[in-house]
Structure formats: structure tokens, C-alpha cells
């Protein structure tokens, strides 16, 4: 059961629903978000939701059976829209594109990428600084000062930056220089990484684990909404069969699902779903047909050259193309 309380409440009025609720058999937990206040009761008795719902200081009151309560469609049917601002959003019916390198390399590559991006009207780049490789002696990164020399460049072309962040510690120096913080799929059940990314006012893009199912994916973005931010977004990024002819196998199927279960943005990332550059785009427009909000993958000038996933690439041409195919499948769909 969700209980969204009214703005400005007073202690004696919450403690008295506090205590009704624990009167009733269940246990409650206030959430306090950048939007509203929250208390997240659970228990199984059965009761008269009127016995609540009655109480001053109560804005609404839903029931929610599923695990995951706050990240559940079952008490808010509008879907989340992420205003990234200068007209940046994610959800609400339009295609968010995100395109970028696997790695942030240097300079000149963030200036290559950055005017591809902006002759095709694209907004947010997307880009590793901190990078999880498997092996130790990959190319791991240009660490904060790479993400600094990005920022700014990025800010004099009116782009959005959406990064990777690793471990706890890194999200305090990348707040000023990111505009969406992405939680890669190795990290999907870092809960203490989760736990801090609630405490922050910026939106955090968590990936579906590498053999994760859809439910832990929603119990993920719990954790961060039940740590006090409700600025979410859902992705697929394809998971581990036993399937060995593509890097992963691209669960389509989990956009619709997802939309259905959440009311959070949805993206897919088509390179990581099946990592051979001439598959990304039939999988992109095969999620934007599905109903994905965003689409992000990756784009590098020479992919041949990249430090990292070169093989799942587009270069600039090939990317162009795939953004005018997107833009037109979403023109047909919307129509």
C-alpha cells in the first residue's frame, strides 16, 4: 500500500496514520522525494482501505500488491516524464535519442562526436569515463578529468551527457558534470551504489542485469525511488542465454512489459542487446516499434579504432541513417 501524504504534514498527523497503519498489522516506511512524501506500508491482512483513506493528512492511497510498490503502474497510471531541461525529455510519447562512444578518448573525439550529434539534431550523448572492462588490462577510462573536458565542450552545444558510474564514491565528483547517471549492468544489485544514487537530484538510468529478470530490474529502480528519487529510467540492454550468435540475446519482448508493469521510461540499447554493428539498427527500430521512450547505443567516427566494443559501433554515416529511419518510425506510430 502506497500513502501519499499531503505537503507540509504535521508530526502529530503523520505519527496518528503511522500509528493506525501499524494498528491494522503493517509496517510502514516514509520515502520523502524531490516530488512528494510517501509512506510505503506492507503487510498481508486483509482491511478497509476507508479506514485509512478517511484521515487528515492523506492526499491518496493505493493498493499495490506487487514486491516492488513505488515503481509500480498500479498506483500511477500517468507515466513519468524526465525533463532533462532546454526542452530535453525522456517519456511522455516521443523517442529520446542518445548516441555516443563505448569510451571517452580524447578531445578531438569528443568534438568529432559532438558536431554528428548536432547536425542530426540528436541531444544526449552518451559516453564512459569510468569503464567496467573484463579484463584489468583494458582501456578503463578517462576518469574525471576526461568527464570535465566533455561537460564543457558538451555545454557549448546545448548537449546532455549520460555516464556510467561505478562505485559510491565516484557520484559526488561526476554531480556537476552529468545530466543522467547510468547504473550498468554489472552494478543493477549494487544496493549500496543504489541506495546513494536515491540521495541525489539527478536522473539514473539503471540496465538490466546480464542474466537479470524484469521483476529485479523494477526492484533495482525501488531501491533508488524508496531512497528519495523518483527520477527513473528503465533499460534494456539485452541479457545472457545460452544463445552464442550474437553478444546477447534482445529481449523486445521487455519493453512492452516493462511499460506495462512501471510507470518509468523505458530505453533500449541495442548494441549491448546483440553487439554486431550491422544488427544494431533493425533491433533500434524493432524497440521503437515495441514502444521503448529512448534509444541508446553507440557511435564512434572510426569504430575500428575505438579503445572499446568497436564490433557493436556504428560509424557517422551509418548512424545517420539509423536516426532518420527512427525519426520516421516514430512520425508512422504517432500518426
Known amino acids: 500500500m502506497i500513502i501519499e501524504l499531503q505537503p507540509n504534514i504535521g508530526p502529530e498527523i503523520k505519527r496518528a496514520i503511522v500509528e493506525k497503519v501499524a494498528a491494522i498489522g503493517y509496517k510502514s516506511m516514509e520515502v520523502k522525494t524531490q516530488r512528494s512524501h510517501y509512506l510505503v506500508a506492507i503487510g498481508k491482512k486483509d482491511f478497509d482501505i476507508r479506514t485509512i483513506g478517511h484521515m487528515p493528512g492523506i492526499a491518496d492511497l493505493h493498493r499495490v500488491s506487487d514486491e516492488y510498490k513505488l515503481v509500480s503502474r498500479k498506483w500511477k497510471v500517468a507515466p513519468t516524464v524526465l525533463d532533462l531541461g532546454d526542452g530535453v525529455t525522456i517519456g511522455g510519447g516521443g523517442l529520446a535519442i542518445m548516441a555516443g562512444p563505448c569510451s571517452i578518448e580524447s578531445e578531438k573525439q569528443i568534438e568529432q562526436t559532438l558536431e554528428h550529434l548536432v547536425a542530426n539534431n540528436v541531444k544526449i550523448m552518451r559516453g564512459g569515463v569510468f569503464k567496467p572492462r573484463s579484463s584489468p588490462y583494458a582501456f578503463r577510462g578517462l576518469g574525471i578529468d576526461g568527464l570535465k573536458v566533455w561537460y564543457n565542450l558538451a555545454r557549448a552545444r546545448g548537449i546532455k551527457i549520460i555516464s556510467e558510474v561505478m562505485q559510491v564514491s565516484q557520484i559526488e565528483p561526476m554531480l556537476p558534470y552529468v545530466d543522467v547517471f547510468q547504473v550498468g549492468a554489472r552494478n543493477t544489485q549494487n544496493f549500496n551504489l543504489l541506495d546513494e544514487l536515491g540521495k541525489v537530484d ?107 566494443d568497436g564490433q557493436q559501433t556504428l560509424d557517422f554515416a551509418e548512424s545517420s541513417r539509423l536516426i532518420n529511419q527512427l525519426n520516421e518510425v516514430i512520425k508512422f506510430i504517432q500518426n
Open 202 to 308: 539527478k536522473p539514473v538510468m539503471i540496465k538490466r542485469g546480464i542474466s537479470g529478470t524484469i521483476d529485479e530490474l523494477l526492484s533495482s529502480a525501488e531501491y533508488v525511488f524508496s531512497a528519495g528519487n523518483e527520477k527513473l529510467i528503465l533499460c534494456e540492454r539485452g541479457i545472457r542465454t545460452y544463445e552464442r550468435a550474437s553478444r546477447n540475446t534482445m529481449d523486445i519482448n521487455a519493453i512492452p512489459i516493462l511499460k506495462a508493469k512501471s510507470h518509468l521510461p523505458v530505453v533500449a540499447d541495442p548494441s549491448h542487446g546483440i553487439g554486431i554493428r550491422e544488427f544494431v539498427p533493425p533491433v533500434a527500430l524493432a524497440a521503437a516499434v515495441a514502444g521503448a521512450d529512448g534509444i541508446i547505443y553507440e557511435t564512434h567516427q572510426k569504430p575500428e579504432e575505438a579503445f572499446s
